[in-house]
């Protein structure tokens, strides 16, 4: 049974900076690409952002250029470094593997921003 447990999230307030980890409990290689997504209240769950098992990023246009997706080899996890964050970015934060068609979710962390 693959697992994803997520990391790191919390209150914070408007032009804070936040770091989300997610820990998995197979190698992070193994997985064809990884990514961060995020639901708000009353909203669908959208992208934020991936990263390939090649490397390869991608990110939603609201968070390019605060939030970069990185890989920790020796921890195992793949972070999302949040800066400057804005109350919009108020969200629960999932993070999502997939193998082949297999599709793996986290149980979501929650991140707050106060204006």
């Known amino acids: 049974q693959v697992q994803l447990v997520e990391s790191g999230g919390g209150l914070v307030q408007a032009g804070d900076s936040l770091r989300l980890s997610c820990a998995a409990s197979?190698?992070?290689?193994?997985?064809?690409?990884m990514g961060w997504y995020r639901q708000a209240p009353g909203n669908q769950r959208e992208l934020v952002a991936t990263?390939?098992?090649?490397?390869?990023?991608n990110y939603a246009d609201s968070v390019k250029g605060r939030f970069t997706i990185s890989r920790d080899n020796a921890k195992n996890t793949v972070d999302l470094q949040m800066n400057s964050l804005k109350p919009e970015d108020t969200a629960v934060y999932y993070c999502?593997?997939?193998?082949?068609?297999?599709?793996?979710w986290g149980q979501g962390t929650q991140v707050t921003v106060s204006s």
């Open positions: 990263i390939t098992r090649g490397g390869t990023t």
């Open positions: 197979r190698s992070i290689f193994s997985f064809d690409v």
């Open positions: 999502r593997g997939q193998i082949i068609l297999y599709v793996y």
